[in-house]
T-cell receptor, first 113, second 113 residues
Framework: AQSVTQPDIHITVSEGASLELRCNYSYGATPYLFWYVQSPGQGLQLLLKYFSGDTLVQGIKGFEAEFKRSQSSFNLRKPSVHWSDAAEYFCAVGPSNDYKLSFGAGTTVTVRA | DVKVTQSSRYLVKRTGEKVFLECVQDMDHENMFWYRQDPGLGLRLIYFSYDVKMKEKGDIPEGYSVSREKKERFSLILESASTNQTSMYLC????????????FGQGTRLTVV
């Protein structure tokens, strides 16, 4: 069965510093990969997605993610965080033969001034 | 823009009550989902529907049922609410194409007392 692991439950970062959120997946074939963000009390908003091609993908709000097949990873990065980036971030995996998405446990990001 | 609307943001119900959570999407998507979100567990799939009157159990279907009588509407039913069903419930929809993302509603925070 496929699984998604986000090793970091909580990350605190200073405003203006860089941010990297880790995501590892377990699946037989290359799946479709997503990062979502959830602000407090809100639903999930898509940040970016990877299906094929260039392994470095750009998303909204200045985020990017890199797919590394050899490491089964899809880490999310932002060069300089803003206070508004404080939220919960979810990595999701969609298999190549199913519409159902599997989600990681999430990483909560706190931004300090 | 795709809009997924959940009928209630907050609900408080009593143990043993039958509870209906409603979700409507406006983009004619075939696929609709109900997820449950709990701290530290991420999103877990309760049920999936891939067409009107068609449904498939997710990872945690026990204690829940669903109804999809119209394409745009997907209802989650708690037959007899219990305190361990206190949670955030998220509805999503997705096109019938694997290289697309899921769109989420704002969520319903259900408290069972």
């Amino acid at each position: 069965a496929q699984s998604v692991t986000q090793p970091d439950i909580h990350i605190t970062v200073s405003e203006g510093a860089s941010l990297e959120l880790r995501c590892n997946y377990s699946y037989g074939a290359t799946p479709y990969l997503f990062w979502y963000v959830q602000s407090p009390g809100q639903g999930l908003q898509l940040l970016l997605k990877y299906f094929s091609g260039d392994t470095l993908v750009q998303g909204i709000k200045g985020f990017e993610a890199e797919f590394k097949r050899s490491q089964s990873s899809f880490n999310l990065r932002k060069p300089s965080v803003h206070w508004s980036d404080a939220a919960e971030y979810f990595c999701a995996v969609g298999p190549s033969n199913d519409y159902k998405l599997s989600f990681g446990a999430g990483t909560t990001v706190t931004v300090r001034a | 823009d795709v809009k997924v609307t959940q009928s209630s943001r907050y609900l408080v119900k009593r143990t043993g009550e039958k509870v209906f959570l409603e979700c409507v999407q406006d983009m004619d998507h075939e696929n609709m989902f109900w997820y449950r979100q709990d701290p530290g567990l991420g999103l877990r799939l309760i049920y999936f529907s891939y067409d009107v009157k068609m449904k498939e159990k997710g990872d945690i279907p026990e204690g829940y049922s669903v109804s999809r009588e119209k394409k745009e509407r997907f209802s989650l039913i708690l037959e007899s609410a219990s305190t361990n069903q206190t949670s955030m419930y998220l509805c999503a929809s997705r096109e019938p194409a694997l290289n697309t993302e899921a769109f989420f509603g704002q969520g319903t925070r259900l408290t069972v007392v």
